[in-house]
């Protein structure tokens, strides 16, 4: 069955350093998303994507965050400047025609700023 | 903004008994989704629900949209150690073109051995 993946598995950063989170979305869906997920607490939307621009965007999605579909295949996220408090589980998803249809996840990054 | 609250927070039981949690909202949802999660990967979908009072199975697992739309729940009979993970009730917000999911605080199923 198709998947969505995500590399890497695990980033390590230091805090001011950028990161790019990477993400294969299942190939013939249209609609991708970024979510988030601190440990031990519930998952967050971050930014939806489609139609090669932004649909939605939560107010934890600031100017240090930035979404891309550079070739086709690949969907990356970018945190410009690490924050200690962007430590987290960040899951790609993607569907074939947004929320009402399944939003099927990657495995998540686990992100650590230090 | 929008919270779905879910109960019980945690969940202990032994193999072999049924479970039922819910989730509840202050808001109307037009869908409601059941998600699980194993540790250290993604949300998996378990049940999609799109209209008011509809009753849902997927294998052990059954699934209820309340007629408020406020609320859902999630029965799963017969658990076995695979049940083990937390499950989280979500939706869109009810608005056009929106989407955004939303996620609720979580169950967190643990069987005793």
């Known amino acids: 069955e198709p998947e969505v993946t995500q590399t890497p598995s695990h980033q390590v950063t230091q805090m001011g350093q950028e990161v790019i989170l990477r993400c294969v979305p299942i190939?013939?869906?249209?609609?991708f998303y970024w979510y988030r997920q601190i440990l031990g607490q519930k998952v967050e939307f971050l930014v939806s994507?489609?139609?090669?621009?932004?649909?939605?965007k939560s107010e934890i999605f600031d100017d240090q965050f930035s979404v891309e579909r550079p070739d086709g295949s690949n969907f990356t996220l970018k945190i410009r400047s690490t924050k200690l408090e962007d430590s987290a589980m960040y899951f790609c998803?993607?569907?074939?025609?947004?929320?009402?249809?399944?939003?099927?996840f990657g495995n998540g990054t686990r992100l650590t700023v230090t | 903004g929008q919270q779905l609250n879910q109960s019980p927070q945690s969940m202990f039981i032994q193999e072999g008994e049924d479970v039922s949690m819910n989730c509840t909202s202050s808001?109307?949802?037009?869908?409601w989704l059941w998600y699980k999660q194993d540790p250290g990967e993604g949300p998996v979908l378990l049940i999609a629900?799109?209209?008011?009072?509809e009753l849902t199975s997927n294998g052990r697992l059954t699934a209820q949209f309340g007629i408020t739309r406020k609320d859902s729940f999630l029965n799963i009979s017969a658990s076995i150690p695979s049940d083990v993970g937390i499950y989280f009730c979500?939706?869109?917000?009810?608005?056009?073109?929106?989407?955004?999911?939303?996620f609720g605080t979580g169950t967190r199923l643990t069987i005793i051995p």
């Open positions: 998803a993607s569907s074939e025609s947004g929320v009402n249809s399944p939003l099927h």
């Open positions: 190939s013939n869906h249209l609609y």
């Open positions: 994507f489609y139609n090669n621009e932004i649909s939605e």
């Open positions: 808001s109307i949802f037009n869908t």
């Open positions: 629900l799109y209209k008011a009072g």
């Open positions: 979500a939706g869109p917000r009810p608005n056009f073109g929106n989407e955004k999911l939303t």
